[in-house]
């Protein structure tokens, strides 16, 4: 990190996270934040998502430009690809402050928003307003009160998802009553059923993702892949936030919420790798989850992953870690006479 970096993030420590948060989307946005400039890519990071050209495998988790505010700042920032969002149908407030808390001893962050943002409109149209550069995403969430979750993933995908290089059904935030009930096999392979419907019917064809919880049993996952390929989705993140708080401590360890940061490493590199053995490579996976160093890049594609998205550490590290992680994984690979497609599962047997 340079000195102006570590200042600011300094400073930003001294706030309240969510204010925090706030107010590094507004200094992005008023180009008062150090950004890398371009994509890190070279012909060893040059990867393929679904059908999407990736300058580099190092991604930016939904969570972070929730209402797609800085949508072009973050495509300058080294990325190989970025998500926003979660979007619902109508603008909603979400869960109650405080919401958002540092766990610093643990390097991780614990958060019940509930899916706060703008809604589909506004976000769909200054997705469509984005400069040209690397893929970026839109992930599908539903509002608090809605009667009916997948005709809100359809009805997001129906506004903004056009505007979008792929969208991500979130079915795996657990701070929407009941929204994890959507994993199951059954009410799974229904919900992805309407959406790819829907998406088919689109101007475009775009990847469908979807993401799932670190907090599913062996078998789950199971059921998750063979509904994966029966409707040959697009990709699985995995994965999302954390109910567990085995061995966590400290001021916040009983707040409610999904946790996130380097205590969810191993739980959601074991999902990626229980995934790979599962769908032998037919549908690509990106991995999410306690990325903070090179060395879990590296875990996270040898566990699987053909990408991979960041968020939790940037809290910590700053913005420079996307390209820092991408000129590293470049060095690694170089030094290691290994290419991305070899490196990708070649390791998922010690996690399982």
Do not use: C
Request: without cysteine; glycine residues 10%.
């Amino acid at each position: 990190m340079t000195l102006v970096e570590k200042l600011g993030l300094a400073a930003l420590h001294r706030l309240d996270p969510e204010r925090a948060h706030d107010l590094s989307i507004r200094a992005l946005e008023l180009g008062l934040a150090p950004v890398h400039g371009t994509s890190v890519t070279s012909a060893r990071l040059r990867t393929r998502l679904a059908g999407m050209d990736l300058p580099n495998p190092i991604g930016l988790a939904a969570g972070y430009d929730k209402n797609a505010r800085v949508v072009a700042p973050l495509m300058r920032g080294g990325f190989g690809f970025i998500e926003v969002g979660a979007a619902t149908p109508r603008p909603q407030p979400g869960n109650e402050k405080p919401r958002l808390f540092r766990l610093r001893d643990q390097q991780a962050i614990i958060n019940r928003f509930g899916f706060n943002n703008e809604g589909a409109d506004k976000i769909g149209q200054r997705l469509a307003a984005r400069p040209k550069g690397i893929p970026v995403g839109l992930n599908l969430g539903a509002n608090k009160d809605s009667v009916d979750r997948a005709e809100d993933f359809v009805s997001v995908l129906e506004t903004a998802g056009v505007s979008a290089d792929f969208v991500t059904v979130n079915v795996s935030s657990p701070n929407t009553e009941k929204l994890r009930d959507l994993q199951g096999a059954d009410a799974l392979s229904a919900l992805l059923g309407r959406v790819i419907a829907s998406r088919d019917a689109l101007s475009r064809r775009i990847p469908v993702f979807v993401k799932i919880a670190p907090d599913l049993t062996d078998a789950e996952l199971s059921q998750i892949a063979a509904v994966a390929r029966n409707l040959l989705l697009d990709g699985i993140i995995a994965t999302n936030t954390t109910l567990s708080r085995e061995g966590i401590t400290g001021p916040h360890a009983t707040q409610t919420g999904g946790l996130s940061g380097r205590p969810l490493f191993q739980r959601s590199t074991r999902v990626l790798a229980l995934l790979h053995r599962d769908l032998q490579g037919k549908v690509p996976l990106i991995g999410v989850g306690g990325i903070s160093f090179v060395d879990d890049v590296w875990e996270k594609l040898r566990a699987g992953a053909t990408a991979v998205q960041i968020y939790s550490a940037m809290i910590y590290q700053g913005l420079s870690l996307a390209p820092r992680l991408a000129q590293q994984l470049d060095e690694r690979l170089e030094q290691a006479r290994i290419t991305l497609p070899e490196l990708i599962g070649s390791g998922a047997g010690k996690w399982i």
